[in-house]
């Protein structure tokens, strides 16, 4: 069984590798772009990984995307390791770090989102107890960000499908900064304005 993890096939973590590395070895070659260190590095650590993300986030299905990211991450990054500054194993394991980190952040922001959309609007509050209406909302979102112009459907879908902050959406899609700016205030005024409406017609 195989995941394609940034262009390199990797293994499921039961199969074993053919022949031993030594961690030098596999240091070296991780570095180098051998595809077959990915694979025993996270044979080796994949499941370290997991337990240490699960411990903080506590959700098995996140923990696993989590895990996942960060072995896509150390493999995209592999340029930036230098085994002079430790063993892979630590720097994978500092990678492990941030991205859980940055998933409690993501899962903080969102609740202070909700919040915030709650407080602003009194009405969604109390439809936010009805499970058909928040379905009606996310229906009514989908369908209004379906109808902006294209870049500017891709820097809203970007921050709230992928949480990501319009600093990260400028460097993802190569926009300049103030543009990523413009397109989600006038995109969150059209949304807004649209669930207005909509609100009203309720």
Not at 57 to 86: L, M, S
Request: glycine content about 8%; aromatic content about 6%; some cysteine.
């Amino acid at each position: 069984m195989t995941a394609d993890w940034g262009g390199a096939q990797v293994l499921a973590a039961t199969v074993a590798p053919v022949t031993p590395v030594s961690d030098d070895n596999l240091s070296r070659g991780f570095a180098a772009g051998d595809e077959s260190c990915l694979t025993e590095a996270y044979r080796r650590w994949g499941a370290l990984v997991y337990t240490l993300v699960l411990r903080r986030i506590g959700d098995p299905e996140e923990a696993k995307d989590v895990t996942q990211q960060v072995f896509v991450d150390a493999w995209r990054g592999r340029e930036g390791y230098d085994a002079r500054r430790g063993s892979l194993k630590t720097w994978i394991l500092g990678i492990t770090h941030h991205k859980t980190a940055d998933a409690l952040t993501r899962r903080s922001r969102r609740a202070r989102d909700l919040d915030a959309a709650a407080a602003a609007s009194p009405h969604e509050a109390v439809q936010r107890t009805a499970p058909t209406d928040v379905v009606l909302d996310h229906i009514l979102l989908v369908e209004e960000l379906e109808r902006l112009p294209e870049q500017q459907q891709t820097v809203l879908a970007m921050a709230f499908f992928e949480d990501l902050t319009q600093t990260q959406i400028a460097e993802r899609t190569g926009l300049p900064l103030g543009t990523v700016k413009s397109y989600t205030r006038r995109g969150l005024m059209r949304l807004r304005n649209r669930l207005e409406v909509d609100g009203g017609a309720h």
